[in-house]
């Protein structure tokens, strides 16, 4: 019996998905549950488990290719007889050469609602005469080289394999494109153009800020403070065994301090729902924290942040931040959240004026941390010093936002960072 296993919805609403790279190979032993691939989705990276169990004989779908749901993308049929996934490889004659098609991988995660996996995949050595050609390129690759090589306009033929099994991986493409040459022959000129499909993530966050920006009216209003206290806190927290196993950084307490100061100004919580023209007050906050992926931009959010203790709060900024780096946020983890806070301050800006994400009126801003000459002190104390110094700014929905608002709760924000002992006021 052979089954086909058709691209399934996620759970997200949506109609199609790309396949980003297959964990199996033609002639594979799988379990039910055992991961087939990556699929992203206009939302993230998700890890697709098999339905069936039983040997894996067809891919029907290269890496790279964008499907609808429902589209066959693999045909699983029943396990020989001989064959269980408690047994040991089938063995090689010794007169054919044994090709391994795939690297053993590492035991992936768990794609949550799909329970836990206890063992990974059984391969099973196949016997050829000579190497196989792998998706029609004539030559043997990983799935992630093939993507790359698509990326980056290499002839998969012209690359030499540094594995002795002849395997092209992403590190031979890497070396290939950034190595010295050691050619003779006149070099190429350079220069040209290179086209990347706009889909997935890319395209959905695409969509949703311009969405967003010719939609609401947007304002922007800014504060340069010294954080200078700020800084010296977060060296504190670092030496405090509470935050041990917590990634401490002035974002934190800016996040902290964004929490704080929407008690004495909710409305930045709220969102217009232009349908049922209202303004929707959240009692909760779910504080995304802009994250720059390989993918494009994600914006996880930290689920009830404003019930969160402080080390709370850093570490599920940590892990969420983390995770976004992979492109492996589940959906779950996107959407939902109620405001924003944005730190360009990594990338050495000292300020912007970014745009609402959908569904939410209002977000922050946090610009490069800087060391900068800075007037303290009043009267005849008035001096000037070396501090430190950044920009915050705030983006908000001007239909239900007005300045007094928006000024008042980037004020308050600004008050708690320049002097972190101000919390207790709030």
């Not at 768990?110 to 990974?120: H, I, M």
Request: a negative charge.
């Amino acid at each position: 019996m052979v089954n086909e296993f058709k691209l399934p919805d996620v759970g997200e609403g949506l109609t199609e998905a790309e396949i980003v790279e297959w964990h199996v190979a033609v002639g594979d032993v799988i379990k039910v549950n055992d991961p087939v691939c990556d699929i992203e989705t206009a939302k993230s990276v998700v890890e697709l488990p098999s339905p069936y169990a039983g040997v894996v004989q067809e891919l029907l779908v290269e890496v790279g290719t964008e499907v609808q749901v429902g589209t066959p993308i693999i045909r699983i049929g029943d396990a020989p007889a001989e064959t269980s996934v408690s047994e040991p490889e089938t063995s090689v004659p010794e007169a054919e050469a044994s090709v391994p098609e795939h690297e053993e991988a590492e035991k992936p995660l768990t794609l949550v609602g799909y329970g836990s996996k206890e063992d990974a995949v059984v391969r099973r050595t196949r016997t050829v005469s000579a190497p196989a050609a792998a998706a029609g390129t004539g030559v043997l690759a990983k799935p992630t080289a093939r993507k790359l090589a698509r990326d980056l306009g290499v002839d998969l033929a012209t690359v030499t394999p540094e594995r002795d099994d002849g395997v092209i991986t992403t590190a031979d493409l890497e070396n290939l494109t950034s190595g010295p040459s050691s050619s003779t022959e006149p070099a190429a000129p350079v220069g040209g153009e290179r086209r990347e499909p706009i889909k997935g993530l890319r395209k959905q966050m695409g969509q949703a800020m311009v969405d967003s920006a010719f939609t609401l009216p947007h304002v922007t209003i800014w504060t340069t403070i010294d954080v200078t206290r700020t800084s010296e806190l977060v060296a504190t927290l670092k030496a405090n065994r509470d935050f041990a196993e917590v990634r401490v950084s002035p974002l934190l307490i800016v996040a902290k301090a964004t929490l704080l100061a929407m008690r004495r100004t909710p409305i930045v919580n709220s969102w217009w729902d232009e349908a049922a023209q209202e303004i929707v007050f959240k009692e909760y906050v779910n504080l995304g924290i802009a994250a720059a992926t390989p993918r494009g931009l994600q914006v996880p959010n930290v689920k009830g942040a404003d019930r969160m203790s402080l080390v709370e709060l850093g570490t599920a900024i940590n892990e969420l931040t983390a995770t976004a780096r992979t492109g492996k946020t589940p959906p779950a983890d996107q959407t939902g959240g109620t405001f924003t806070i944005t730190n360009i301050g990594p990338f050495g800006i000292d300020g912007g004026a970014p745009i609402i994400n959908p569904g939410e009126s209002a977000i922050l801003s946090v610009g490069a941390i800087k060391r900068q000459p800075w007037v303290v002190g009043t009267g005849d104390d008035e001096r000037i010093e070396p501090r430190d110094v950044c920009t915050l700014a705030l983006s908000f929905d001007h239909r239900h936002i007005d300045g007094e608002a928006g000024s008042r709760f980037l004020a308050d924000v600004a008050r708690i960072v320049e002097d972190p002992s101000t919390a207790l006021l709030f």
